[in-house]
Nanobody
Framework: QVQLVESGGGLVQTGNSLRLSCAAS????????MGWFRQAPGKERVFVAA????????NYADSVKGRFTITRDNAKNTVYLQMNSLKSEDTAVYYC????????????????WGQGTQVTVSS
């Protein structure tokens, strides 16, 4: 199994940017499709973005399209989520997750999850 550790969360003002990182250990990240999910207080965990094994294909939730960018560096075993033009509704705990394939939008197919990193956007 691969172990995932997120970092880069914090408190920012509306309109600012953050970059989240997800560092993997235990197995090479290139074996996995990677995704980012988020969970706001009192709400279910929802899909944010995903990237395929090579980084050549990405998917985004409509709510973040054009503002967030997911990338990966397989040599560094790390996945990133660049978040620009942040809004208060982006406030949540962000999780990275790994899967072998299939529907990237469904949380149930991911086999490994990180512990999450808090992102708080204040107005």
């Amino acid at each position: 199994q691969v172990q995932l550790v997120e970092s880069g969360g914090g408190l920012v003002q509306t309109g600012n940017s953050l970059r989240l990182s997800c560092a993997a250990s235990g197995r090479t990240l290139s074996s996995y499709v990677m995704g980012w999910f988020r969970q706001a207080p009192g709400k279910e965990r929802v899909f944010v973005a995903a990237i395929n094994w090579s980084g050549g294909m990405t998917n985004y939730a409509d709510s973040v399209k054009g503002r967030f960018t997911i990338t990966r560096d397989n040599a560094k075993n790390t996945v990133y989520l660049q978040m620009n033009s942040l809004k208060s509704e982006d406030t949540a705990v962000y999780y990275c997750a790994a899967r072998y394939g299939g529907n990237v939008y469904l949380a149930g197919g991911y086999v490994n999850w990180g512990q999450g990193t808090q992102v708080t956007v204040s107005s």
